[in-house]
């Protein structure tokens, strides 16, 4: 134990070890297990200049189109007044299948989501999601949470989908 206390080198070594990992468990990326970065689950906590904000988005939806419904919200604003709804295909880069691009009279907003391959013939499906980008008052917004979307019948293309999470607000 006196050797070890001697050496002040030693003692730096763990010093600069310790910190390394914790440094690396609190980044914002982790492995997916194939070697690819998986983002984290949660978004990063709001600025002093921003607000967090419960969102709740529901459309009807038809094959790839449909429409933002009454009662959509931000906090206790609309959400999408009159808004459209158009599906886009994801890709493994963004790491969503599927996307939700919102045109509604006061921006645009790109939501991520998907549900698993053991979903896809089912009535009710669900996912986690992701906003990928906005503009207008949606242009620095961001956020994510669990959706679920139910179809009239399983392999149909027509459903109700449900949006619900956390947006941080500018």
Known sequence: MILCCRSRGWWLTLALA???????????????????AVPNARTASPTPS?????????TRVARSVGEVLA???????????????RHE???????FPAINVFDCPDGRLR???GPG?????????TSYWEILDGSGRYAKMRGDGQMKVRFQAA?????????????TVP
Do not use: Y
């Open 71 to 85: 009662g959509s919200v931000i906090g206790g604003s609309p959400f999408c007044p009159g808004g459209t709804l």
């Open 50 to 58: 921003e607000r967090s904000e419960p969102i709740l988005i529901r």
């Open 18 to 36: 310790i910190t390394a990992t914790g440094l690396t468990a609190c980044g914002g990326e982790e492995d997916g297990g194939d070697g690819t």
């Open 111 to 113: 939501i991520g989501f």
């Open 117 to 125: 391959p053991d979903q896809m013939n089912n009535v009710i499906q």
């Open 89 to 95: 295909h994801g890709s493994p880069d963004i790491g």
């Open 155 to 167: 392999g149909s293309s027509k459903g109700l989908e449900t949006f619900r999470g956390d947006v």
